[in-house]
């Protein structure tokens, strides 16, 4: 019984009868729907399923052991901030996805995501797992720390801080620089910088308050 065969066709086609499914498992049908009933983001009607949300079948797919390497393939970066700025608009973040700033230098953030008093930067790595390396994650968490300090001397950057993340004023704002990646191997903190696996990233908005004081924040007061 092949889960992996089943979720590659799913991410790459994004539709199929369950009988063809069952062919190229190399099982039956009644055998594919147990293997897929724990799947999310499909939907099985009249025989067939149907891919609702790619990136929710990817993680529910790494859930069941499949390597994240495998899924990776057939997911493009636009889905994964697609889906990370769902789950943040959820939690109460008003999201701005690929913002971009030209003072003092150019720099774009994949995800800007604000509400009061705090402002997650987020960058979203869609790396194979052979390609994330400890180091060259350890070097993406320092070049958002980096981008954060930048948006810091910006003046547009802060105006829009102030009107999004302060109730009265004056106010203070954390900006927290967070890696989000696709791989399922926890980095926990690099550099007090959170790396945080877009399965566990739910838990880390749930935990965020708590984690405020053993993270990298940044804090600015907003006149």
């Known amino acids: ?68 390497y495998v899924v990776s393939r057939y997911l493009s970066w636009k889905d994964f901030e697609k889906e990370l700025s769902e789950i943040l608009e959820q939690y109460g973040y008003e999201v701005l996805r690929n913002y971009r700033i030209r003072k003092p230098s150019r720099a774009e953030i994949d995800i800007v995501a604000i509400k009061t008093g705090l402002a997650l930067i987020v960058d979203c790595k869609h790396w194979s797992p052979r390609s994330a390396s400890r180091g060259r994650i350890e070097f993406a968490a320092n070049k958002q720390v980096e981008r954060t300090k930048l948006l810091l001397e ?14 009265r004023r004056p106010c203070e704002v954390k900006l927290v620089p967070v890696l989000v990646t696709l791989v399922s191997k926890n980095y926990g903190l690099l550099n007090s910088v959170p790396v945080v696996p877009i399965k566990s990233f739910l838990n880390f908005l749930i935990e965020i308050d708590k984690l405020l004081e053993l993270i990298i924040r940044i804090s600015v007061k907003i006149e």
């Open 1 to 68: 019984m092949d889960l992996e065969s089943i979720v590659n066709y799913l991410l790459k086609e994004n539709k199929a009868t369950i009988s063809y499914l069952a062919e190229i498992s190399l099982t039956n049908e009644f055998l594919v729907k147990k293997l897929i009933e724990d799947l999310r983001g499909i939907n099985i009607e009249d025989g067939i399923v149907s891919v609702e949300n790619r990136l929710e079948l990817a993680i529910s797919a790494i859930h069941k052991g499949i390597s994240p």
């Open 154 to 167: 910006n003046e547009e950057f802060l105006l829009l801080l102030g009107n999004k993340a302060c109730i």
